[in-house]
T-cell receptor, first 112, second 114 residues
Framework: DAKTTQPTSMDCAEGRAANLPCNHS???????VYWYRQIHSQGPQYIIH???NNETNEMASLIITEDRKSSTLILPHATLRDTAVYYC?????????????FGTGTRLQVTL | DGGITQSPKYLFRKEGQNVTLSCEQN?????MYWYRQDPGQGLRLIYY???????QKGDIAEGYSVSREKKESFPLTVTSAQKNPTAFYLC?????????????FGPGTRLTVL
């Protein structure tokens, strides 16, 4: 699976958009980009995924560059409850079981 | 409600004892996973199972064992051979969707070996 690079930490003011970048320059054509987040001492939570088109759901938007070498997760109106570690993962679909490789992620701190 | 349960939330054991962590899901998912997380680190895959009575080693399987006798259950045994068992253990499951494999995680069990 392709390796991802994320900033170690970021701050965001409450109510503002949080833009979390991820580099995955070695991504191959059949690999998806997934985002999960982990609030302290809880299990990770799935946020969104995409292949090459931009995606939006009730939690966030995912913007993938045209060359697919990087992506940005956007939380449009961050709240204090969005403070968490955000993981960007690249993974190919290989059947029922999908092994996800979690790096150290980006620690997002949302402040008043 | 559908979901994944792990019990207990906190577990203390003496060094040299085997301990079994419970993971149950009622999501009707075929695949289940066990991860380990150390402080300040990402998750590392211990074992995974794609179907009942079948499982494969992940990246750090040494010192651990699993069984998958029922679709709903995937218990993890931490044996005395695991040199540093104190960690946060997370169980997950995923269904067999055609386009992606979203994993659903349980709340985790924090194991402390004294």
């Amino acid at each position: 699976d392709a390796k991802t690079t994320q900033p170690t930490s970021m701050d965001c003011a409450e109510g503002r958009a949080a833009n979390l970048p991820c580099n995955h320059s070695t991504i191959s054509g059949n690999e998806y980009v997934y985002w999960y987040r982990q609030i302290h001492s809880q299990g990770p939570q799935y946020i969104i995924h995409g292949l090459k088109n931009n995606e939006t759901n009730e939690m966030a938007s995912l913007i993938i560059t045209e060359d697919r070498k990087s992506s940005t997760l956007i939380l449009p109106h961050a709240t204090l409850r969005d403070t968490a570690v955000y993981y960007c993962i690249v993974r190919s679909y290989t059947g029922t079981a999908s092994k996800l490789t979690f790096g150290t992620g980006t620690r997002l701190q949302v402040t008043l | 409600d559908g979901g994944i349960t792990q019990s207990p939330k906190y577990l203390f054991r003496k060094e040299g004892q085997n301990v079994t962590l419970s993971c149950e899901q009622n999501l009707n998912h075929d695949a289940m996973y066990w991860y380990r997380q150390d402080p300040g680190q990402g998750l590392r895959l211990i074992y995974y199972s794609q179907i009942v009575n079948d499982f494969q080693k992940g990246d750090i399987a040494e010192g651990y064992s699993v069984s998958r006798e029922k679709k709903e259950s995937f218990p993890l045994t931490v044996t005395s051979a695991q040199k540093n068992p104190t960690a946060f253990y997370l169980c997950a499951s995923s269904g067999g969707r055609a386009t992606y494999n979203e994993q659903f995680f349980g709340p985790g069990t924090r194991l402390t070996v004294l």
